[in-house]
């Protein structure tokens, strides 16, 4: 090591004078810079055997070898300082994108299972408890590398710990040592970082050099490599590339390129065929650094390309929601068709009830008429008979040849009164009996009550059925259909009138009774009739159901209709001491509840 110290130290002399001089050099000169990664004597002994044999089949050109850094490559291809370069995978991806660099050959290592592809990391850490076992450990430790821009240094390392999901800012710091490689070692000795990134086959050189001992080091994240000789923890790209810059002579370049490919190898080292980068392009374009850093700046297509699987998604979802939506409108038209059309239906239906049920309420009401056709002939009888004797006696009067005004007035008067009454008669029996609309008004069910009574104590006059009836007097007043609740009473009194049909005389008779329920209006109808058995009671309102031979069914049905429509009830009730009695009950007006809730 001693006596190969002037030779370096000569070599770095003319190296700095080639550099720092004017150029000035032969036309036959040939620069090649040489990417010294671990130092200028190492880059002297790998690559002085490739040096001397282009010197050797190309004799008419001198070449010269120039060890030099990343930065120092990428000044000399910047100002062409040189003509050829032999640097790392990574840097020749920089300096094809950025100059045009072209590769010409690819470094071979024969006795491997791929030749080409040699160039991989190693992540060390000092071989003690609690050190890094796998990449994922590396979060929250200190990691060692030569320079950020280095290829086996630390970026191919870096994709490994992307697709771990790990970042550089999961790291506890970047530490950077610089060249050579082997400084890496002592910042690991010195306790300055927690693991290292090495390039592969540099741990095994070091062991074999004596430079760290066999267990000093543990590999980090070691991954199966079948057919290589080294322990590495990432994947394998090609070896480095011989390129020449874009404005070195073609001519010459292909002479070098014949004569590389025809260079033997030496300790087991060669020159082959460009071999295809494309791998070592997907390191930069997964890391989103030069020449792909571009693809960190977030464009619409560039997030739409790296979340197509997203918005694919989200497509999918959008595509169901619509489909869904249409699908639910056409369900919901269908649907408020079908509504539209069963309320039509009902609708219509409800319109034929409700005209069933009118021409069956005026059926129902001829009926009553025609059971009290007697009552109501005796009814008219009265008025005409009264008329003619009023009539009768005029006419004698006059015949006497008497004149008396005042007589002849009286039995006009006379006259008219019956005339008047009649016409009542008749006009109660046509509002009775005519076809007509509902009409609600604010009634006092006292007066209804008389006016009923008015039309049928003739009919239980005749029957000789006594009615007695005791008025309340001070009901509160219901919003109702004077006729309506006139056929229900009508209806109750005919029924109490058939009930006592086989009673004794002594014991007939009919009570209608009227009487305040807090704020509504109660109307009861009793008979001393049979009552009502039980199975009688079970389907006293059901529609068709009689006990009569002659009845149809509808009167208590019809009955119970028109009371529900008013918002009340109607209910029977056996007597203690025999008999029936029906009651309804009708609700206040809203003013007469108000009153009565008041207090």
Request: contains cysteine; neutral net charge.
């Amino acid at each position: 090591m001693l006596a190969a110290r002037p030779v370096v130290l000569a070599r770095l002399v003319l190296v700095l004078a080639l550099l720092l001089a004017p150029r000035v050099a032969a036309a036959d000169e040939v620069r090649i810079a040489v990417l010294a990664f671990q130092g200028e004597e190492r880059a002297a002994r790998d690559f002085d055997a490739t040096i001397a044999h282009l010197g050797r089949a190309l004799p008419e050109h001198h070449f010269v070898m120039v060890p030099l850094d990343l930065d120092g490559i990428t000044r000399a291809v910047a100002e062409k300082t040189v003509d050829f370069v032999v640097t790392n995978p990574g840097d020749y991806v920089v300096l094809e994108s950025g100059w045009g660099v072209t590769r010409l050959a690819t470094l071979e290592s024969r006795g491997r299972a791929t030749p080409t592809d040699t160039v991989g990391s190693t992540v060390v850490a000092p071989n003690r408890p609690g050190r890094p076992i796998g990449l994922k450990d590396l979060a929250h430790r200190r990691l060692a590398v030569v320079s950020t821009r280095a290829f086996g240094g630390w970026r191919v390392i870096w994709r490994e710990l992307d697709d771990a999901g790990l970042t550089p800012a999961d790291l506890a710091g970047l530490v950077e040592t610089g060249f050579p490689m082997e400084t890496i070692f002592a910042a690991l000795r010195e306790g300055r970082a927690d693991a290292g990134v090495l390039r592969t086959c540099l741990l095994e050189d070091a062991i074999a050099a004596g430079q760290v001992g066999a267990d000093e080091f543990a590999v980090v994240g070691e991954r199966p490599a079948p057919g290589f000789p080294c322990r590495l923890s990432s994947r394998l790209y090609p070896d480095w590339p011989f390129s020449r810059l874009a404005g070195t002579s073609p001519d010459l370049a292909k002479t070098v390129t014949a004569s590389l490919l025809t260079m033997a190898p030496v300790e087991g080292r060669a020159w082959t065929a460009p071999q295809d980068y494309t791998s070592v392009h997907a390191v930069f374009r997964q890391l989103r650094i030069p020449p792909y850093d571009f693809l960190a700046r977030v464009t619409l297509v560039g997030f739409v390309r790296q979340h197509w699987h997203w918005f694919l998604a989200a497509g999918l979802i959008l595509a169901w929601w619509i489909v869904h939506v249409a699908r639910v409108e056409t369900l919901v038209r269908r649907r408020t068709a079908e509504l539209t059309r069963e309320i039509a239906v009902r609708e219509k239906a409800e319109d034929e009830a409700r005209a069933n049920r009118e021409q069956r309420d005026q059926f129902s009401r001829l009926g009553i008429l025609g059971e009290m056709a007697s009552n109501i002939a005796h009814e008219l009888n009265q008025p005409l008979a009264a008329i003619a004797n009023y009539a009768e006696g005029i006419t004698r009067f006059i015949d006497a040849g008497r004149t008396d005004p005042a007589f002849l007035r009286d039995g006009a008067r006379g006259i008219a009164g019956q005339a008047e009454r009649a016409a009542a008669i008749i006009r109660r029996i046509r509002a009775f009996v005519r076809r007509r609309e509902a009409e609600r008004e604010t009634l006092d069910l006292d007066d209804v009550v008389r006016e009923t009574l008015a039309l049928f104590e003739g009919l239980a006059a005749r029957r000789g059925i006594p009615l007695r009836v005791f008025l309340a007097g001070d009901l509160p007043k219901v919003s109702a259909d004077r006729v309506e609740i006139e056929q229900v009473l009508l209806n109750l009194l005919q029924n109490a009138v058939d009930a006592m049909i086989d009673t004794p005389g002594r014991e007939r008779g009919i009570t209608v009774r009227t009487s305040r329920d807090g704020a509504d209006a109660k109307v009861a109808v009793r008979d001393h009739g049979t009552g009502l058995t039980d199975e009688t009671r079970a389907h006293l309102f059901d529609t068709f159901f009689t006990t009569k031979p002659q009845g149809l069914g509808l009167g208590l049905s019809i009955c119970r209709t028109i009371v529900e429509s008013h918002g009340g009830r109607l209910w029977a009730e056996n007597n203690p001491d025999g008999g029936l009695t029906m009651r309804f009950v009708l609700p206040g007006c809203a003013g007469e509840r108000e009153t009565e809730e008041a207090p």
